[in-house]
Each structure stands twice: as structure tokens, then as C-alpha cells.
């Protein structure tokens, strides 16, 4: 979610929201838009350090997958490097790394050798808006029979509602099975040819998958073909996936989805279920909405190897357009989807208990990847990959109900282009660790623990104990374009309540080429108050554009063993709104290098 309120604040600094345009931070190669004629390829060695650089531990580990950004090592291109841009609404702020490749001509090319062996592969790319077009694909210099079908129909969505926001969400995903088995040392090659005609391609990054042969049908198993479903996707299935479900409840089997496509266009309600696929890759359910349960039920409702591939154009705040709706139950597990250009992945609400979401690719959403909006409990939302969605990736939410004992472990969040990368919203007992966040853009921090409540009566503030430990968050924070000043990469909030009767532990963070500062401590509402109980207890910080500390309200925190090297600014910011309430203490113990509690009043500019 996002900082609702325009901040009362009267701007008092001199800071650019465009000041960052063209900087480069720690392990960026390139440094400035460089243009490279057709005959003149261009390799990066070194490129942005992203989640699946060799020196970043945590986030999803997904069998048989590995990522190259169109500017990073492994890769060649005769095409034009767009950035490094931290400003709101372009391509390369939105783009991992915050780079990215146009191919404007025949002949241009963004080209990857592998590193392992694959057989399909995803591309993430954005088009001008409005174009739709091919991209030719070669092979160790052959070109294939497929082409990528790129279209722009899912992108640039626009939220007035929203105070601050800009036309965003470029970019979009295409996938496509090779039909051939590649090995380390091959070469893929995206190339505008004299056919593809929806110039500029803007490339940011290809993910190369070893996708398994598709799964056979389980024994006591219900096909959805049996009951009538058409594999072609040409008429609607959903009368036949209802019968399955049913059939198969009697007799206490599984569903069975085979490989296909299957329209599914209206909503299956399920009280109970075990629904498999042969694969994401191969057994595709075309809908907005696949799972619509809006009350608490029994469950389990467990989903597995499918893929639920969304049409949702623009943001969808006021409809259930979420490809998994509601409650799954006590005891489910949702693993293996690829769910994709849907409004939210999955908004979990009503009632889930020791759920757990595990091992799935959420792309392209129009608002947020995952949200646990109230009564989950013991849920576990762990080794995902979540990329470019509309809002934050993982949220924890605690209305109209808390959320408690729920924990993100070890996924992998890139380019929330509005919002957090995660978040918690109030709940009790929750924890954040082993996560990996990258490139988060406006109204949103790589990492948020809030008491923001966005709707009541009903909102359960933060209590018990928050542990967020062990992740490790990659040029998030940006320019807050309703306060006038800059989002941290990590931001703790008294939003809405104080933030007390909480213990908060960040343990063992990694930040690094923050654009602006690591930790904000505010109270979003501008209403100052107050921040206690955060304990912040080791840290290693590469990169800083600013600052290490931002306070803007009053309280105070434990800090110790917070390193920090490359830090743009010596100083911490102490510049409290209203203007009347107290600075933010730190309380420093042992091990603290690299930065100074010197006060700064104001906001300073990146350097």
C-alpha cells in the first residue's frame, strides 16, 4: 500500500527529486545513457549488483533458474543503455538496476549466454504505449521458428485517486518454451528484425528457467477434461472445473488440470480442495479470477503447478479481480503457480490458518503480489518471486482482524513501482527475514513496518514482537513526491497510532547503493508521534546517497554493530514535523563505523 496523505510538510530543502538522474552507486558499470552504433556490440563485466548476484545471499531460490539483466555481466548489445534514474515515471526508475536496453532499429540486440542449462525463458520488457509487435529470437545465431508476441495492453496504468502518483507499471512480461534443451555457454538473442515494428523495445532483464517435463496425472484424480473442460482455451471451462470440484470432493480425490489453456471466466467458490497441474509452464488457466471464496472456509484449498494468466487492464481497488481471493482454510498450500497480469496475486482475507505460499512466480500484478488482509494466522509466504507490481509486493495487513505468527522468508521482491517492497501494516508476532528487495520507486521503502491503518474501525496496531532479520534490500527508497523529501530504504512508521508496547528487532540487514537514506523514522501522518521499542542490531550498509539515519519524529531506538561504508552525507537528519516535537534518540551500543550523529535540519541532496 501507499502513503495515503499529502504530507503537511513545507519543503526545506534543496533536494531534486531529479538530482539522481545518471549517478552511479557501488557495482554499477555504467554511469551515464550510452549509445552504441549497430556494429559496435557492448559487453558488461561488472553490471548492477541485483538479488542474483553472486555476493547476495537470501531471497527465492527456484529450482533450475537464473536472471541476467539486459546490461549486466553475461550480456552483449548493440542497442542504447538507458540510465541509471531514480525519478519518478521513466522507464529505467521502474526497470531491476535501474537500467534497462531500447532497441529502436533492425539489426539491434540484447544477447545472454547462459550459465546453466534451461529450456524456456521469460523476458521482461515495455513497449511504447499503446504498441503491440513481435521480437525475433536466435539461438546460438540461429534464428527460431517462435517469436515473443509483446504487447503494452497491461502496462501504464494510471491512479489519480492516489495523491502523488504518476503514470507507472511499464513494464511487462513475455514467456516463451524453447522446445530445446540450451547449456551453459549458449546464447539467446532478442533482435529487432525487419518484421518486429513496435520500436522502441525496452529490455531490462531475461530469466532462464529449466523447466522439468510436464507431471503426469495423479492416481484417485479428477481431470478437468473428463468433466468437459476445453484445452484449447476456445469456450469457457468453468462449468467443467465446478463439476471436477465437486466429483472429486465426493469421493475425496484430487483435480486434475492437464496440460492447456482453459478459460476459466468466472470464479470457482471452494470450500475444500486439492487442485494440480502438470506444470506452470504447462497447464495455463486463463482468468482474472480463478479462486473467489468470501467466507472463512474449512479448506485446505490447495493449488499447485499451474499457472492463472490474468487480462486485467488498469487498477481494480473496488473489485475481487485477484487471481486467489479470499479465505484457503486451516492447513493449505499453494505452490508451484505462475500467476501473472492479474489486479492483486493473491489478497488472502476471511480466514487462513498455517497456510503456505511457497515457490511461485507473481508478475505484473496491477496493485499488490500478496496481501494478508486480516485473520491469517501461522501463514508462511516463503522463496517467491514477486516482480513489478502495482503496489507493495508482500504485505501484511491487520483489518478488519490481526494478522499474527505469519513470516516472509526468503523471497525475492524486484520493482514495486508503487509501494513497499514489504510490508507490514499493524499484526502481532509476525516475522520478515531472509528476503531480498530491489528497486522499490515512489511512495513506498524497500522495507516498512507501519502503523498506517488505511480503514477502520478494525485496525490492529503492531504489538508482541516484530523480527525482520537477515534481508537484504538493493537501491530501495525514493523521492516522496507528497512530503518533498525522500523515503528511506527501510521505514518505520507511527502512522495513524504511536508505535509502542512493541518490540521491533532489525537484525543483520544488508543495504546497499541506497539512493537516498537506510533508516526513516517518521510518523507519516504528520502528526508526530512517537517510535519505541526499535532495536537495530547489525547492519552492513555499501552505498548511501545521502544519509544512514533519518528522524522526522520523536522517540527512540537501540542501535549497535551498524556499519557503513560509501555514505554520501556525514550526519543524521533530524528534522521533525510538526516542527514543536522532540528529536529521535539514538541509543548507541558497541561496534557502530561509518557514519555521524552530527544533526542535519534539513534534507540534503544525493551525492
Known amino acids: 500500500m501507499f502513503a495515503l496523505a499529502t504530507h503537511p510538510r513545507a519543503l ?32 558488461s563485466a561488472v553490471g548492477p549488483v541485483t538479488a542474483f548476484s553472486p555476493q547476495v545471499t537470501g531471497g527465492a531460490q527456484l529450482a533450475g533458474h537464473s ?33 534497462a536496453v531500447q532497441l529502436t532499429a533492425p539489426g539491434q540486440y540484447v544477447q545472454f549466454t547462459l550459465t546453466q542449462n534451461a529450456n524456456a525463458l521469460d523476458l521482461d520488457y515495455a513497449l511504447a504505449a499503446g504498441a503491440s509487435g513481435t521480437l525475433s529470437v536466435y539461438v546460438d545465431g540461429v534464428k527460431q521458428a517462435q517469436e515473443l508476441n509483446l504487447t503494452s495492453e497491461y502496462s501504464y496504468i494510471n491512479t489519480p485517486q492516489i495523491y502523488g502518483s504518476l503514470t507507472h507499471h511499464f513494464f511487462n512480461d513475455a514467456r516463451l518454451l524453447l522446445g530445446r534443451q540450451l547449456h551453459a555457454g549458449d546464447t539467446v538473442r532478442f533482435q529487432v528484425d525487419s518484421a518486429d515494428t513496435a520500436v522502441p523495445y525496452t529490455i531490462n532483464l531475461a530469466d532462464f528457467y529449466q523447466v522439468a517435463a510436464p507431471l503426469k496425472q495423479p492416481h484417485n484424480s479428477v481431470s478437468v477434461v473428463a468433466e468437459g473442460a476445453d484445452p484449447t482455451g476456445a469456450t469457457d471451462s ?61 479448506g485446505p484449498v490447495n493449488l499447485s503447478n499451474f ?117 507490514e501494516y499493524g499484526g502481532t508476532d509476525n516475522t520478515i527475514n531472509g528476503n531480498v528487495i530491489e528497486d522499490t520507486n515512489a511512495l513506498g521503502s524497500g522495507l516498512t513496518i507501519s502503523n498506517e491503518q488505511f480503514a477502520s474501525p478494525g485496525f490492529t496496531t503492531l504489538s508482541g514482537t516484530i523480527k525482520a532479520w537477515g534481508n537484504t534490500v538493493i537501491r530501495a527508497g525514493a523521492m516522496n513526491p507528497n512530503w518533498g523529501h525522500p523515503m528511506s530504504a527501510i521505514q518505520i512508521d507511527a502512522y495513524d497510532y504511536a508505535i509502542s508496547n512493541v518490540k521491533i528487532d532489525l537484525l543483520d540487514t544488508t ?41 522526522e519524529t520523536q522517540g527512540s531506538a537501540f542501535v549497535e554493530n551498524v556499519k557503513a561504508t560509501n555514505v554520501g552525507v556525514s550526519g543524521t537528519v533530524e528534522d521533525q514535523y510538526p516542527p514543536a516535537t522532540p528529536t529521535f534518540t539514538l541509543n548507541l551500543g558497541p561496534g557502530n563505523s561509518g557514519w555521524s550523529t552530527s544533526v542535519l535540519n534539513y534534507f540534503p541532496s544525493p551525492v
Not at 533536494?15 to 557492448?42: D, E, K, Q, R, Y
Not at 505462475?338 to 507473481?362: A, F, P, R, S
Not at 510518523?523 to 544519509?547: F, H, Q, Y
Open 307 to 423: 499457472a492463472i494468466l490474468g487480462s486485467t487492464v488498469g487498477r481494480h481497488d473496488d473489485s475481487t479481480e485477484n487471481a486467489i481471493n479470499g479465505s484457503l482454510g486451516t492447513g493449505a498450500t499453494v505452490s508451484g503457480l505462475w500467476i501473472q497480469n492479474t489486479n492483486v496475486g493473491l489478497w488472502l482475507e476471511y480466514g487462513n490458518t498455517d497456510v503456505t505460499v511457497k515457490d511461485n512466480v507473481i508478475l505484473d500484478t496491477d496493485a499488490d503480489g500478496l496481501n494478508l488482509n486480516g485473520n491469517a494466522t501461522g501463514v508462511t509466504v516463503s522463496d517467491n518471486l514477486v516482480r513489478n507490481t502495482g503496489d507493495d509486493g508482500l504485505a501484511i495487513w491487520s483489518y478488519p482482524a490481526v494478522d499474527s505468527w505469519d513470516t516472509f522468508s526468503d523471497n525475492t521482491v524486484q520493482d514495486s513501482n508503487l509501494a513497499n517492497g514489504i510490508a
Open 12 to 43: 526545506a530543502s534543496s533536494l531534486l527529486a531529479g538530482a539522481l538522474v545518471g549517478t552511479a552507486f557501488i557495482g554499477s558499470a555504467v554511469t551515464a545513457s550510452a549509445a552504441t552504433a549497430a556494429n559496435a556490440p557492448v559487453s
Open 67 to 99: 536472471e541476467f539483466l539486459a546490461e549486466g555481466p553475461g550480456t552483449s548489445t548493440n542497442g542504447t543503455v538507458i540510465g541509471p534514474d531514480y525519478t519518478q515515471g521513466t522507464l529505467a526508475s521502474e526497470a531491476v538496476g535501474r537500467e
Open 238 to 298: 468453468t462449468a467443467a472445473f465446478n463439476k471436477a470440484i465437486a466429483d472429486a470432493a465426493a469421493w475425496h480425490e484430487t483435480v486434475w488440470i492437464p496440460a492447456g489453456n482453459f478459460a476459466v471466466g468466472t470464479a470457482l467458490q471452494v470450500n475444500s480442495a486439492t487442485i494440480e497441474g502438470a506444470g506452470s509452464w504447462y497447464s495455463q488457466v486463463w482468468s482474472d479470477e480463478f479462486i473467489d471464496n468470501t467466507w472463512a472456509v474449512s
Open 511 to 551: 543495504v546497499l547503493d541506497s539512493p537516498y537514506s537506510v533508516f526513516e523514522l517518521v510518523s507519516g501522518d504528520g502528526t508526530g508521534l512517537p517510535i519505541n521499542g526499535l532495536n537495530i542490531e547489525g547492519a552492513t550498509i555499501n552505498g548511501v546517497g545521502t544519509v544512514v539515519f533519518q528522524g
